[in-house]
């Protein structure tokens, strides 16, 4: 089954407590991005890759970090997180010619405390 | 700049009614997408539509409709004969073109949606 999951699904951690949240695709995707969603702001893109250690700053990357080893695969960073990370995650893929059709994983609820 | 605006915070409407989610997008690129995805309680986003902005056919599916119009660059989604589960939050999302031809997507702040049986 095509898909893209994320691990964990819901994260409870404190302040400065590193962390990483997965993001892995079956598709053979060449293009994915990493997205927040806060209330009344809608989703806002973080991260996005064009390709394998290809990566390219959203509109909100402060704090975040990614990395694009293999191309299934592509982690969000959390070095230090600060309450205001609080928020719910989503990974996305397409391919590298219909990147207007992402396919959106389940999310990752994460609340720093 | 591109932007979405989905100026209905939140609906609540009684089981069989009809309801109208708005969705207004600004845009400077000539070639664009225009997307709806629903999110209920359990929080994925689900994939409704996607319009390109060269088809201005409206769009019917079950008891979606979408019309898309261009002169007053909108695209509203409407609900007929609501059901409880309808309910749910329902992004309007525009894509943009950027510097090294790839893509991103602009979402609306969501329009949470209530059916009340």
């Known amino acids: 089954e095509a898909q893209v999951t994320q691990n964990p699904r819901y994260l409870i951690t404190v302040t400065g407590k590193k962390l990483t949240v997965t993001c892995s695709q079956n598709?053979?995707?060449?293009?994915m991005s990493w997205y927040r969603q806060d209330p009344g702001l809608g989703l806002r893109q973080i991260y996005y890759?064009?390709?394998?250690?290809?990566?390219d700053k959203g509109d909100v990357p402060e704090g975040y970090k990614v990395s694009r080893k293999e191309k299934r695969n592509f982690p969000l960073i959390l070095e230090s997180p600060s309450p205001n990370q609080t928020s719910l995650y989503f990974c996305?893929?397409?391919?590298?010619?219909?990147?207007?059709?992402?396919?959106f994983g389940p999310g990752t609820r994460l609340t720093v405390t | 700049a591109q932007k979405v605006t989905q100026a209905q915070t939140e609906i609540s409407v009684v089981e069989k009614e009809d309801v109208t989610l708005d969705c207004v997008y600004e845009?400077?690129?000539?070639?664009?997408?225009l997307f709806w995805y629903k999110q209920p309680p359990s929080g994925e986003l689900v994939f409704l539509i996607r319009?390109?902005?060269?088809?201005?056919q409206n769009e019917i599916s079950g008891r979606y409709s979408w019309n898309f119009q261009k002169s007053t660059s909108s695209f509203n989604f409407t609900i007929t004969a609501s059901q409880v589960v309808d309910s749910a939050v329902y992004f309007c999302?525009?894509?943009?073109?950027?510097?090294?031809?790839?893509?991103?997507?602009?979402f609306g702040s969501g329009t949470r949606l209530l059916v009340r049986p």
């Open positions: 996305a893929s397409s391919t590298r010619n219909t990147i207007y059709e992402q396919y």
């Open positions: 598709m053979n995707h060449e293009y």
């Open positions: 890759s064009m390709n394998v250690e290809v990566t």
């Open positions: 845009t400077r690129d000539t070639t664009y997408y």
């Open positions: 319009r390109n902005s060269f088809d201005e």
């Open positions: 999302a525009l894509s943009e073109l950027l510097m090294d031809s790839s893509y991103k997507l602009i």
